[in-house]
Nanobody, 121 residues
Framework: QVQLVESGGGLVQAGGSLRLSCAAS????????MAWFRQAPGKEREFVAQ???????NIADSLKGRFTISRDNTKNTVYLQMDSLKPEDTAVYYC???????????????WGQGTQVTVSS
């Protein structure tokens, strides 16, 4: 059973913006912190942002000022707003849910299928 479904990826020019969405099942959304990770070809999966059940947030230091995470509790959805995109932001972006407030992928129990973001120069 699919618990997390990402959407919103695509091709954008450098300097542009995208907003990713992650729709979760009610149980997952209400009982977990939510996070975004990304993985570029040939690289390890890396932490992007996380948001707690009470909307506390944490953004990877290298992305602060450009990326924002938010959640809509009425829609069981988490968003990742990405502005001033750069070619190095190109990756598959994954939504994840977990009970621990950590930034390592192994701390998260449930994952979406990923959505491709490609930033052209």
């Amino acid at each position: 059973q699919v618990q997390l479904v990402e959407s919103g990826g695509g091709l954008v020019q450098a300097g542009g913006s995208l907003r990713l969405s992650c729709a979760a099942s009610t149980f997952i959304f209400r009982n977990n912190a939510m996070a975004w990770f990304r993985q570029a070809p040939g690289k390890e999966r890396e932490f992007v942002a996380q948001i707690s059940r009470i909307a506390g947030t944490n953004i990877a230091d290298s992305l602060k000022g450009r990326f924002t995470i938010s959640r809509d509790n009425t829609k069981n959805t988490v968003y990742l707003q990405m502005d001033s995109l750069k070619p190095e932001d190109t990756a598959v972006y994954y939504c994840a849910a977990g009970t621990r407030w950590e930034t390592t992928p192994s701390a998260y129990d449930d994952w979406g299928q990923g959505t491709q973001v490609t930033v052209s120069s």
